[in-house]
Nanobody, 115 residues
Framework: QVQLVESGGGSVQAGGSLRLSCAASGTIYAINTMGWYRQAPGKQRELVAVISNTNFPTYAGSVKGRFTISRDNAKPAVYLEMNSLKPEDTGAYYC?????????WGQGTQVTVSS
Protein backbone atom coordinates (compact mmCIF):
# COMPACT_ATOMS: atom_id res chain seq x y z
CA GLN A 1 0.00 0.00 0.00
CA VAL A 2 1.11 3.55 -0.73
CA GLN A 3 0.19 6.78 1.05
CA LEU A 4 0.65 10.23 -0.48
CA VAL A 5 0.35 13.42 1.55
CA GLU A 6 0.31 16.80 -0.20
CA SER A 7 1.03 20.20 1.25
CA GLY A 8 1.66 23.73 0.05
CA GLY A 9 -1.56 24.80 -1.59
CA GLY A 10 -3.17 28.15 -0.93
CA SER A 11 -4.44 31.39 -2.40
CA VAL A 12 -2.32 33.76 -4.43
CA GLN A 13 -2.78 36.62 -6.86
CA ALA A 14 -2.07 36.23 -10.54
CA GLY A 15 1.63 36.36 -11.22
CA GLY A 16 2.46 34.86 -7.86
CA SER A 17 4.17 31.60 -6.92
CA LEU A 18 3.43 28.51 -4.88
CA ARG A 19 5.34 25.31 -4.14
CA LEU A 20 3.55 22.01 -3.68
CA SER A 21 5.09 19.05 -1.88
CA CYS A 22 4.06 15.42 -1.76
CA ALA A 23 5.55 12.88 0.62
CA ALA A 24 5.20 9.21 -0.23
CA SER A 25 5.30 6.26 2.16
CA GLY A 26 4.59 2.55 2.06
CA THR A 27 5.73 -0.01 -0.48
CA ILE A 28 7.41 1.98 -3.22
CA TYR A 29 9.30 0.30 -6.01
CA ALA A 30 12.44 1.66 -7.64
CA ILE A 31 10.72 2.09 -11.00
CA ASN A 32 7.83 4.51 -10.81
CA THR A 33 6.50 7.83 -12.01
CA MET A 34 5.39 10.57 -9.68
CA GLY A 35 3.52 13.67 -10.61
CA TRP A 36 0.73 16.16 -10.28
CA TYR A 37 -2.74 16.34 -11.74
CA ARG A 38 -5.36 19.01 -11.21
CA GLN A 39 -9.11 19.30 -11.40
CA ALA A 40 -11.06 22.51 -11.78
CA PRO A 41 -14.76 22.66 -10.81
CA GLY A 42 -16.89 21.03 -13.49
CA LYS A 43 -13.87 19.76 -15.41
CA GLN A 44 -12.04 16.48 -15.71
CA ARG A 45 -8.82 15.80 -13.89
CA GLU A 46 -5.85 16.66 -16.10
CA LEU A 47 -2.13 16.06 -16.08
CA VAL A 48 0.03 18.96 -14.93
CA ALA A 49 3.47 17.38 -14.77
CA VAL A 50 5.02 13.97 -14.12
CA ILE A 51 8.59 12.85 -13.56
CA SER A 52 10.14 9.41 -13.90
CA ASN A 53 12.42 7.78 -11.36
CA THR A 54 15.27 8.74 -13.73
CA ASN A 55 14.21 12.41 -13.42
CA PHE A 56 12.71 12.74 -16.89
CA PRO A 57 9.91 15.33 -16.71
CA THR A 58 6.80 15.76 -18.83
CA TYR A 59 4.67 18.90 -18.69
CA ALA A 60 1.27 19.91 -19.93
CA GLY A 61 1.59 22.56 -22.59
CA SER A 62 -0.32 25.07 -20.51
CA VAL A 63 2.28 25.03 -17.71
CA LYS A 64 5.50 24.53 -19.64
CA GLY A 65 7.99 27.28 -18.83
CA ARG A 66 6.10 28.29 -15.68
CA PHE A 67 6.06 25.13 -13.55
CA THR A 68 8.99 22.92 -12.54
CA ILE A 69 8.62 19.39 -11.21
CA SER A 70 11.33 17.69 -9.18
CA ARG A 71 11.67 14.67 -6.94
CA ASP A 72 13.78 13.29 -4.15
CA ASN A 73 14.04 9.52 -4.45
CA ALA A 74 15.66 9.20 -1.04
CA LYS A 75 12.63 10.47 0.86
CA PRO A 76 10.67 9.77 -1.48
CA ALA A 77 8.87 12.97 -2.43
CA VAL A 78 7.82 15.03 -5.42
CA TYR A 79 7.58 18.80 -5.68
CA LEU A 80 5.94 21.30 -8.00
CA GLU A 81 7.27 24.84 -8.21
CA MET A 82 4.60 27.04 -9.77
CA ASN A 83 5.50 30.51 -11.01
CA SER A 84 3.62 33.16 -12.97
CA LEU A 85 0.35 31.66 -11.80
CA LYS A 86 -2.81 32.43 -13.73
CA PRO A 87 -6.47 32.27 -12.68
CA GLU A 88 -6.90 29.26 -14.97
CA ASP A 89 -4.42 27.36 -12.79
CA THR A 90 -7.05 27.30 -10.03
CA GLY A 91 -8.13 23.84 -8.93
CA ALA A 92 -7.50 20.92 -6.65
CA TYR A 93 -4.01 19.52 -7.20
CA TYR A 94 -3.50 15.80 -6.66
CA CYS A 95 -0.24 13.98 -6.18
CA UNK A 96 0.07 10.72 -8.11
CA UNK A 97 2.39 7.74 -7.98
CA UNK A 98 2.25 5.10 -10.70
CA UNK A 99 4.01 1.76 -10.30
CA UNK A 100 3.38 -1.77 -11.50
CA UNK A 101 0.30 -0.62 -13.43
CA UNK A 102 -1.28 0.79 -10.25
CA UNK A 103 -2.16 4.42 -9.54
CA UNK A 104 -2.10 5.96 -6.10
CA TRP A 105 -3.51 9.38 -5.24
CA GLY A 106 -3.18 11.93 -2.50
CA GLN A 107 -6.15 13.66 -0.93
CA GLY A 108 -5.59 16.85 -2.93
CA THR A 109 -4.58 20.39 -2.07
CA GLN A 110 -6.43 23.49 -3.26
CA VAL A 111 -4.74 26.18 -5.34
CA THR A 112 -6.68 29.38 -5.93
CA VAL A 113 -5.33 32.14 -8.17
CA SER A 114 -7.21 35.44 -8.20
CA SER A 115 -6.98 38.04 -10.93
Amino acid sequence: QVQLVESGGGSVQAGGSLRLSCAASGTIYAINTMGWYRQAPGKQRELVAVISNTNFPTYAGSVKGRFTISRDNAKPAVYLEMNSLKPEDTGAYYCNLRQSRSDYWGQGTQVTVSS
